[in-house]
């Protein structure tokens, strides 16, 4: 599985961005598919993660109520809406795959690139 996220960019505080997962393979429809973020000098951290069939999914308490993780029909793409953002969600965002829905680095097994989300005060 391969995984490419894009969408970054800049954007004002109160603005929105939408974060798109595509993956390659056929076997990504049955994975939990997560994304994560990482602001220079800080770890990785969770944000949101859906299930396979996208019907659970779960937040970081610092995003919930802000960003929507959703799958798209073919399944194959994930997505994650970011409304309201500020300048603390400034990070390299990144998608991963794995087994399961988690908060862990660790139980994912494939990842994207990245894609820089700065967000200007």
């Known amino acids: 599985v391969q995984l490419q996220a894009c969408g970054g960019g800049l954007v004002q505080a109160g603005g929105s961005l939408r974060l798109s997962c595509a993956a390659s393979?056929?076997?990504?429809?049955?994975?939990?598919t997560g994304w994560f973020r990482q602001a220079p000098g800080k770890e990785r951290e969770f944000v949101a993660a859906?299930?396979?069939?996208?019907?659970?999914?779960f937040y970081a308490d610092s995003v919930k109520g802000r960003f929507t993780i959703s799958r798209g029909n073919a399944k194959n793409t994930v997505y994650l809406q970011m409304n309201s953002l500020s300048p603390e969600d400034t990070a390299v965002y990144y998608c991963?795959?794995?087994?399961?829905?988690?908060?862990?680095?660790?139980?994912?097994?494939?990842w994207g690139q990245g894609t820089q989300v700065t967000v200007s005060s």
């Open positions: 991963a795959a794995g087994p399961g829905p988690s908060t862990y680095v660790s139980r994912y097994i494939y």
């Open positions: 393979g056929r076997t990504f429809s049955s994975y939990a």
């Open positions: 859906i299930s396979w069939s996208g019907d659970s999914a």
